[in-house]
């Protein structure tokens, strides 16, 4: 079938578009990047404007054949859920309510309830001091929206804390964008899951063992690794199905949720990213179960599988221009 992926530029688009190679799909490769565009993979490439219209989409449906239309970056799956009713060609997406909960580090958490380490929103510098007291004097400052560990911080000075906030206005973010919550000590896990109806269809998870460019980051942490296995734990997945049970909506279309372990070895949630996958696909695919498959399998409608399960301890290495590859522990 021909898929077509908007935001196809980046690492995350590039890795989809190969995992659904891998299950004999094609891509029509579509970003407002002129220059992310030529990394894209893809039988075609189109550049797209950021504020294009359903209209024009449906004019690449058209010229393509497409059968299935997917988004990979935030900004893109935030486009395609306004716009999947008006496009001649099927999705699965999460519902807006969901949506916009998970774009949210602050509602996320209060969604989780006891399933998130205690959490705390800020609105003004001066909120800092006392909040962490109550959370115990050692804590995490977060961004409440973004990827990729953006503006994270351990903090447990409060001068510190409004040091960092002060940095942060200059780049336009808010004293409101901000949380502190629970610093968790123990092991950095993810759980990706494909629904279709309410129904889990496929699913992996994996623990990161070594962070890509963790070291360059005054925080010391990353939501990329350049080193991590596949794991089998029912406490992790039983946490991901109540943290998406207890979303608005029927679950449809992609759920990727990040944890950590407390101090006693319960993983604990710290975000979840819905709509999109994340920048490991084709490890999914070579831990024998192709999650990319699984996700345009049920959102092309097509008769219904058994559940799809990764194989645990399948490691995973990849290094910035140097390729990703299966590797032994």
């Not at 994996?206 to 794991?231: M, N, W, Y």
């Not at 799809?308 to 590797?327: H, I």
Request: charged share 25%.
């Amino acid at each position: 079938m021909m898929i077509l992926v908007l935001g196809a530029g980046g690492p995350a688009g590039i890795n989809f578009t190969k995992a659904a190679y891998e299950c004999g799909h094609e891509a029509v490769a579509c970003d407002v990047d002129p220059v992310m565009l030529q990394l894209a993979r893809g039988r075609h490439r189109e550049l797209v404007r950021r504020d294009r219209t359903a209209t024009e989409i449906n004019s690449l449906i058209h010229k393509y054949d497409v059968a299935f239309v997917h988004a990979q970056p935030d900004a893109e799956v935030t486009w395609l859920s306004a716009n999947a009713h008006l496009l001649n060609a099927p999705t699965l997406l999460p519902g807006r309510a969901a949506l916009f909960v998970c774009g949210d580090k602050y509602r996320t958490a209060n969604a989780a309830g006891p399933d998130a380490p205690a959490t705390l929103p800020i609105s003004d510098e001066s909120e800092l001091e006392r909040a962490i007291e109550d959370l115990g004097g050692d804590c995490w400052m977060r961004l409440r929206r973004g990827a990729g560990s953006s503006g994270a911080l351990p903090v447990s000075d409060a001068e510190i804390a409004r040091a960092w906030m002060r940095h942060w206005r200059q780049f336009s973010v808010a004293d409101d964008d901000w949380m502190l919550q629970e610093r968790l000590p123990g092991k950095d896990l993810s759980w990706t899951g494909v629904f279709k109806d309410g129904e889990l269809v496929a699913y992996g998870m994996k623990e990161r063992l070594r962070l890509l460019g963790a070291d360059r980051s005054p925080a010391k942490i990353a939501s990329t690794a350049t080193l991590q296995v596949t794991v089998d734990r029912k406490d992790l997945h039983d946490l991901a199905l109540r943290v998406i049970g207890g979303l608005q909506g029927v679950a449809n279309g992609i759920y990727m949720l990040d944890a950590r372990e407390d101090s006693t070895g319960t993983p604990k949630l710290t975000e979840v990213n819905c709509g999109r996958f994340g920048t490991t696909s084709m490890h999914w695919h070579h831990a024998r179960c192709n999650l990319v498959g699984a996700y345009i399998h049920a959102g092309l409608g097509r008769e219904e599988l058994p559940l799809g399960k990764c194989e645990p301890g399948v490691a995973w290495a990849r290094e910035m221009d140097a390729g990703a590859t299966r590797v032994k522990l």
